[in-house]
């Protein structure tokens, strides 16, 4: 996820902003098929069946160029829908996605045996010519009783894409959503928008060429997995996931990469893991919740990762032939604009101007006079070819050129010269086998979508463009910045030419020999997925040439055939030049993955972030914003404390990001600075602004358990046998491991760690960022009471959140000692969150968070049990997982509190670095916003439709951390505001 702020002037008022996406339609004559008009007249009530009907459209529109489009309605259809005899060229298109379904009958004939599976539609099979079929603004319901059912068997070649599509199961069963492992050579192709509910599987992909490229991708309740991935280099940014199941299987051999995501594990997900490779898989930014691992690796290192926040993951490794952070660039990701589609009277023609549209007459007068007609929209028609020569100019009014699939011929060039302020589109346009340019010499952006041969060229002074599911041959760009998604690139010459731009590419194939990128004169290219068939002969340049420029690389699999690539990576800096070769042996014709490159300098100096006591007298902890170089983490030297109190040791924690030390002199509740010096980045390039300083409160009440052993103020307690094993710390929290009947039964049984330094009333709170479970009570939390570890003390109250039943507060009020007979229950689960229990003289009041810098929500009333906890009482993290045959596990952070005149650890101060502006920034998805005021100020948070979503409230200077990952991806708001001085930051997080 990344964010990006622009300060905005003060706004009188917030306004809502919406987009809603326009249904799909032509004008009369364009060249669509309309699938309920003459000679076809196919009934959309859902009553009959148009099987034949469809299927006659398919055959008589075979690789014509055509959109065979269905108005809103139910079709219904009892067979396969077979794209015609040449099985390219052909489109579905709906007139929107809610209304336009196709759905098959229950009980359909072939459509019973899940080991034999059949289609709802079929687009082609091998080998790989099946060119321009897409599938667009439609449902499909494979109805109930029809379980060895797909709903698409997809395939397309060099070009073509399935978006706004749902694919549904009446009743969860059948073999796939969209099948891409009935036949080999598929792909590349760009599926984005697609919704997949029930199946075995959502996707299945087993063919091993040619590339796979989805973007907002949502899978849900799948019988096997969300996503099965056997050969293919499969790309995935924005994957959603909500199954028991795995979100996704990458078997072996398999290329998967993963880029923003949100895999949700439902009841039963508990024992089993979100993402499982055996082969090679790139994730980043991808958030877990309720599976037991995020990632069961089984491939080459078999790394696991535990943490449910995927920050970045590599199965193999990231080469690199200089220094460079071993991470990939993580460039801002932009989406294309939405362009309004205009009204009919809006759009025009060439054959309302004297085009024939014959592929031999010269229509280049009649292209001309359609885009000087002052309408916004030039479309050209399906089954027509428009053959023209000369340049013909694109007026600045124009902001729409669509080809109805109709094709381009010949030698002519579209000219964008006229600036805009609003963007313009060329999309369902082909121009393969020609040589139509399409120039851009001006800072208007462009959209390039669904097209394959119109050549881009660079006129000078190109803006922003993006590419989506685009066939070329090769790039030359230079200074700009350029996002694609999914691109084709075929010619034994280098493939992009990046010079001096920014490049972001999600999902490329290339075909034959010659350098795929090269990066020079201080560009910067990210590459997220790539296949390269490399057939031809000699490969005697670089796979990747990076001069004097940033690049990274994640996803790469390559196919050869006779020779194979030996230089996969050159790059210089400054005079000198350095390769990364590969192993593979001449003859090859084999699949091969390698992991990921990183060749760029970081120049981001690190920043420190907080500074948390860890529950003793003598400890705490200091958090920087990236990773640090752990020599320069263990001088104590490096730290220097105010008030008489000093540093003894220091240590670094076990990524780096945060050093530990052992001080003395430290008083409670007392104000302290600390000063750093000396402290350099992991690279050793980076430093930390000579005599940087933050103040804190020391309070002895708080362990952030970034250390990997527990902290002297604790003890361990488990009543299930699991002996010293029912706690682990790890990754920088807390596990607890329970298998228990629970809190509330005759034994209140729980595991967790207990510490006895309580006197009289105090206020606690602790984050929980998951549990992993086996039951949906399943809970963790805080409890106290007289003596944790000897129930029949008394005193005793808990409070935490279940797996997927909100949260819940109990405690002892009647009958027997130790047993917690009183329960309350409300609120909906949502990790990560904050629980927080206050003491007040006899009574507990229980609050809750989703970000503890927020308001606090009280949970019920305050409490009281029937035998008040002592002055001295006993205080534990807990975990309990209500089942006695499987083990549970809660995964707690960040606990903190006070007593009575001590203040929390959360009230630090920014040190003389601070300004009198607010600063912005961004980490792991939350939003850092350092407030320097020392007046009362709110700090406000909207989103675009101008809905309130937080609102804080300070008084000093602070480090706020606001989760916008919880709020999901989007545009936001934010207001600063002390008294009349006013600043509004816009953020855009993907």
Known sequence: MRLTTVLLAALPALCAICTVRADISYPAGSGVVNITKHPYSADNSGSRDVTSIIQRALDENTDANRIIYFPAGTYLVSNTLKWGEEQKRTTIE???????VIRLKDNADGYQDVHNRKAMIWTGDAPAQRFRNSIRNITLNSGRGNSGACGIQYNTSNQGHMMQVNIVSGDLQGHSGIDMGFTAEIGPCLIRDVYIKGFNYGVYTIAPMNGQTFENLTVEHQQVAGVYNLHQPLTIRGFTSRNSVPALVNDIPATTTIVDGELIGLPGAGDRNALWNKSSMFVRDVRTSGYYLSIRDDGELKKNHVDPYIDEYISTSIASRFLSPQRTLNLTIEDAPEIPRDPHNQWVSPMAYGAVGDGSTDDTKAIQAAFNAGKSTVYFNGGKVFKFGGTVTVPASIRRVIGVEGRLAGSGAFELAQHSSQPIIFHQLDAIYSSVELIHSTQRTLIIRGVTGLQYVNGGNAGTVFMEDYGINELRLSRQTVYMRQINCESNQTKIVNDGGTVWILGMKTEREGTLVETRNGGTTEILGCFSYATGGAKTTPMYRVDKSSFSLAGQSVVSTSVPWKLLVEETRGSLTRSLESKAASGDTVQVSFGGYAGYQDTVKPQVLRITSLGSANRMSVHFSKPLDPASLQYPSSFALSNGASVDSAWPNHDFTAAILRTTGLSEGVSYTLTMNALRDLLKINTLAPSTSMQFRHTRIGDDFAVNELDSGWRAHNTNGAGSNSYRLRYGYLELYSRHKGINDTASEFAGVIRNDLRGDFDVRVEVLDIRNTDTRAVGGIIAGNRLDSYGAGGMVAFGVTASNGYVLQWDARGAKGILENTAAGGTTKFPCWLRLKRTGMSYQAYYSDDDTA???????????????????????????????????????????????????????????????????????????????????????????????TALQGSKPRLWSIP???????????????????????????
């Open 94 to 100: 709906g007139q929107t996605k809610a209304k336009t």
């Open 855 to 949: 308001s606090w929500n009280a949970f019920k009333s305050p409490v009281t049990p029937q035998d008040i906890m002592s002055a001295e009482g006993d205080l534990a993290l807990f975990s309990s997982n209500y089942n006695t045959f499987n083990t549970g596990c809660a995964k707690l952070d960040n606990f903190s509190g006070h007593m009575p005149g001590v203040t929390t650890v959360a009230d630090q101060t920014a040190g003389p670095a601070a300004t009198s502006e607010p600063a912005v920034n961004m980490s792991r998805g939350s939003m850092l916003i350092s407030v320097p005021w020392k007046a009362p100020y709110t700090i406000t948070l909207y989103s675009l439709s101008g809905r309130m979503l």
């Open 964 to 990: 916008l990952h919880r709020y999901g991806n989007g545009i936001y708001l934010a207001r600063i505001q002390a008294g009349a001085h006013t600043r509004v930051y816009r953020m855009v997080m993907r």
